[in-house]
């Protein structure tokens, strides 16, 4: 596979992670800061990816 490729799935799949840990956050309260960090862990790992995939362009 190329880079760009891997990259292109890596920043789909955190994107989608991102989306999902929100959704969590919203609904379990109880866990709130923990989907919370994730969710921002999730986001920064999609700045990252989408990075990387314009540098390998």
């Not at 609904?27 to 990816?49: D, I």
């Amino acid at each position: 596979m190329k880079k760009s490729t891997v990259y292109a799935l890596a920043v789909v799949l955190s994107l989608v992670a991102a989306v999902v840990f929100s959704y969590c956050m919203a609904t379990f309260t109880a866990s709130e800061e923990v989907f919370g960090v994730l969710s921002v862990a999730a986001a920064c790992s999609f700045t990252l990816f989408v990075n990387k995939l314009t540098n390998a362009a």
